[in-house]
């Protein structure tokens, strides 16, 4: 039996599918079957399913309680293969692809569907779009083949889109398990923080108590939830400022700057995820964002509503494990410059990054006297841009240690300003222009949107359900963004398939992947699995670095917890 079938879900609820050679092209006659997740759990020799979309098929297999090993995700892939041939924006769905293989009209991507809270079941129902039949479908399988080949790195280019649709599959799970949430600690930490509630829907007692201590200090009645207003207040006063962003007023010498600090820190808590977020996210003792792999142009993930990667510390202390029960949680410990050292094959640098102690330190001793925190400032400075004052005396010295290392990330800064095409290590590709949410990425600043505790305001960029404006797209913001994109990109690129040799080491446990973003991973697992997870954590993390980028000295340390709250893992 052929180890590769690729499927097609009928409008009848059924499914036609067909086993597939190595060359993508049917290697039999194609079957009709009744119902989906019968036709593949009789089939469990299977290793590789090839269909439209991850979203459309594998919430109803888990419903049915059939889990897959692989999949080849069409739509994916055709995202990162048209950016790849430096054609992003184009619609990506399987009817667009097979439309530009046939020269017909290309449809326009169908709108994203917005995940609705409060309603489990709307989680799993597959965004609107047009499936395909099955001849249809492996027509557009059989060119992406093709395109593969015509890659600037095939092997590598293969790798990514075989490891973007792992991380398909460990969001579809993620957000079928969802992350273990007491409702009863996260109301107790609210009252605690902000107070009763008074009857009408008015402000808590806390904030209304820190409104009166804002207006009682300029002299007038001031709404610190309006910047404007606030803006207004601090010009009246003779203080000019721009924004009521923490950074631009922490430091003026105002009576109202202490209160307006602590007012923004719980305003946000109680929007962001109050008494009202509890009640719309929070179900059977389980909080399920939509987790959405491959979110933003970098290959990092979003969440699709309830603020999934925007846990603020201090509410984590309602994430509790169930009875019995532990989080592993880990965090990748330094990611970006053992990615850099990695990806510039700079000898020093790998030599550097081949050890499991503090790298900064490691690096310190090298170029900066034992300066810790000078060492940490060149090298973030290199990934993220900061050129200019200390930061360019900084990377001067980097540069004679590292020449490589900061050659590499220079290079990429110069094709992102003449246009060029940018790539990770496997090839997702930088697009030419940058938008917002990418830019927040890179620290290319943008327009704030507004409100105290906005999530611009505290720098986040790791969930979209805010939509800014356009951040500059001049050749300077492009460079910098193109910088930071080669290691934050193949950051991604490890991380995938860090979750995906994760994934299959538990597959045989009770234990669960619940949680990721970027460099942090939480598995919920039975208390007498957690060594397990945590010798597997490593071993997938030292798989994944060889995978990725092959045999290199450098080694991806993670700093592990074994926990039964997510606040203790900190």
């Known amino acids: 039996m052929a180890d590769r079938w690729a499927l097609a879900p009928t409008e009848d609820g059924g499914v036609e599918l067909a086993p597939l050679g190595p060359d993508g092209l049917p290697a039999g006659p194609s079957l009709r079957e009744p119902d989906l997740a019968r036709a593949v759990r009789e089939r469990p020799d299977v290793v590789r399913w090839v269909w439209r979309s991850t979203s459309e098929v594998y919430p109803r297999l888990l419903d049915a309680g059939v889990r897959v090993d692989r999949c080849y995700d069409v739509e994916d892939a055709e995202t990162l293969l048209l950016g790849h041939e430096g054609r992003s924006g184009e619609p990506r769905s399987a009817a667009a692809a097979l439309a530009r293989l046939r020269g017909g009209p ?5 709108p994203q569907r917005s995940a609705e809270p409060g309603a489990q079941s709307s989680l799993f129902e597959p965004r609107a779009a047009a499936g395909l039949p099955l001849a249809d ?3 557009v399988y059989a060119e992406q083949q093709r395109r593969h080949e015509r890659a600037e790195h095939p092997a590598r280019m293969r790798l990514l889109t075989a490891s973007e649709s792992a991380g398909m599959l460990v969001a579809a799970e993620m957000n079928r398990a969802g992350l273990p949430w007491s409702a009863q600690v996260h109301r107790a930490l609210l009252d605690d923080l902000l107070g009763e509630r008074y009857a009408g829907g008015g402000e808590p007692r806390r904030l ?12 007038r009645r001031v709404r610190p939830d ?5 803006v207004k207040a601090f010009g009246q006063a003779g203080i000019r400022v721009r924004s009521t962003r923490r950074w631009e007023i922490q430091s003026l010498d105002h ?3 202490k209160p307006l600090l602590e007012y923004k820190k719980l305003y946000r808590i109680r929007v962001a995820h109050g008494w009202s977020w509890l009640q719309d996210w929070v179900r059977d003792g389980r909080f399920r964002p939509e987790f959405l792999a491959h979110g933003t142009v970098t290959g990092r993930w979003v969440t699709n509503g309830g603020g999934g990667l925007q846990i603020p510390k201090v509410i984590r202390r309602a994430v509790v494990a169930d009875p019995g029960w532990r989080f592993v949680v880990a965090d990748a410990d330094q990611m970006e410059p053992r990615v850099l050292a990695a990806i510039s094959r700079d000898p020093g640098l790998m030599e550097v990054a081949g050890r499991e102690s503090d790298l900064y330190q490691s690096v310190s001793d090298r170029a900066f006297s034992g300066d810790r925190d000078q060492a940490k400032l060149a090298v973030l400075g290199a990934v993220y841009g900061q050129t200019s004052g200390d930061g360019l005396k900084n990377l001067a010295a980097l540069r004679r240690r590292f020449p490589r290392a900061v050659e590499y990330v220079d290079e990429a800064a110069r094709a992102g300003k003449e246009g060029r095409l940018v790539r990770t290590w496997l090839g997702r590709t930088c697009p030419p222009a940058v938008g917002a949410a990418e830019a927040e990425e890179a620290g290319i600043p943008v327009d704030d949107p507004g409100g105290p505790g906005g999530p611009a305001e505290e720098d986040s960029a790791d969930d979209r359900q805010w939509t800014p404006g356009y951040a500059s797209t001049d050749a300077r913001a492009r460079g910098r963004f193109a910088r930071n994109f080669v290691v934050q990109g193949s950051a991604a690129d490890w991380t995938l398939l860090l979750l995906a040799a994760l994934r299959r080491a538990c597959a045989d446990m009770a234990a669960e992947l619940v949680f990721f973003q970027h460099d942090e991973v939480i598995v919920h697992c039975p208390r007498e699995e957690a060594d397990t997870v945590v010798s597997a954590i490593r071993e997938a993390s030292d798989l994944a670095g060889r995978l990725t980028f092959g045999e ?3 080694r991806f340390p993670f700093t592990t917890a074994v926990v039964e709250c997510y606040a203790d893992a900190k």
């Open 106 to 110: 290309v449809p326009p991507d169908p």
């Open 137 to 139: 479908l492996l027509a």
């Open 208 to 219: 209304a108590e820190l409104a009166d201590e804002v207006s009682a200090a300029f002299g």
């Open 226 to 230: 309006l910047p404007a207003d606030v």
């Open 255 to 257: 009576p109202a700057v």
């Open 552 to 554: 290199t000295p450098v």
